[in-house]
Nanobody
């Protein structure tokens, strides 16, 4: 599977963005999908994951109550709805695929998209 993330941009604090990740290949539904982010000077961090058939979505504590992850296997896509954005959400966001349920470790994800930049101004 190959992944391509999109939807990033420049927004003001409090606004929303929806990131999309389109996958090629017929096996998308067999993967657990995740979103990670990488801010300057920081390590790549887990944001959200969702298991097969949309089960067991998980969110990092820093984004709970503001972000939502979802997937549409018919469209080979996974989404990250980001509401009430904060300046500290500024980062390059990556979608990734794994076969390990509910994994939060970047090393468990073997397939990565190219990243999309989200910038939140105060």
């Amino acid at each position: 599977v190959q992944l391509q993330a999109s939807g990033g941009g420049l927004v003001q604090a409090g606004e929303s963005l929806r990131l999309s990740c389109a996958a090629s290949g017929r096996t998308f539904s067999s993967f657990v999908m995740g979103w990670f982010r990488h801010a300057p000077g920081k390590e790549r961090e887990f944001v959200a994951s969702i298991n097969w058939r949309g089960m067991s979505p998980e969110l990092a504590d820093a984004v709970k109550g503001r972000f939502t992850i979802s997937r549409d296997d018919a469209k080979n896509s996974v989404y990250l709805q980001m509401n009430s954005l904060k300046p500290e959400d500024t980062a390059v966001y990556y979608c990734a695929a794994t076969t390990i349920s509910n994994s939060r470790r970047p090393g468990d994800y073997g397939v990565w998209g190219q990243g999309t930049l989200v910038t939140v101004s105060s």
